[in-house]
Nanobody
Framework: QVQLVESGGGLVQPGGSLRLSCIARGRVFSGYIVGWYRQAPGKTREEIARMTVNGSTNYADSVKGRFTISRDNAGNTWFLQMNGLRPEDTAKYYC??????????WGQGTQVTISS
């Protein structure tokens, strides 16, 4: 099995930055697709960024130009650099991994709150 552990959430003022991290633990981690979702209160979970094993990335329009997904050379840790944060970015953020066998794994979530 694969276990995903996020870190890096917190409270920041509008316009500020945060960097989320996710580390994957487990013998069978393939790194096929990694990414980030978020869920605000009363809203459905939405995908905001993904990166495939060959490095291609995709972003939701709401975060394009402000958020950047990356991963380390070993491939089992990935990051979400969030700049220009807005109150509407407030949500619980989840890291996600899809294996080659199309099995999805999720982290436990980390809260990001944007407020002055």
């Amino acid at each position: 099995q694969v276990q995903l552990v996020e870190s890096g959430g917190g409270l920041v003022q509008p316009g500020g930055s945060l960097r989320l991290s996710c580390i994957a633990r487990g013998r069978v981690f393939s790194g096929y697709i990694v990414g980030w979702y978020r869920q605000a209160p009363g809203k459905t979970r939405e995908e905001i960024a993904r990166m495939t094993v060959n490095g291609s990335t995709n972003y939701a329009d709401s975060v394009k130009g402000r958020f950047t997904i990356s991963r380390d050379n070993a491939g089992n840790t990935w990051f979400l650099q969030m700049n220009g944060l807005r109150p509407e970015d407030t949500a619980k953020y989840y890291c996600w991994h899809r294996s080659y066998g199309s099995e999805d794994f999720w982290g436990q979530g980390t809260q990001v709150t944007i407020s002055s």
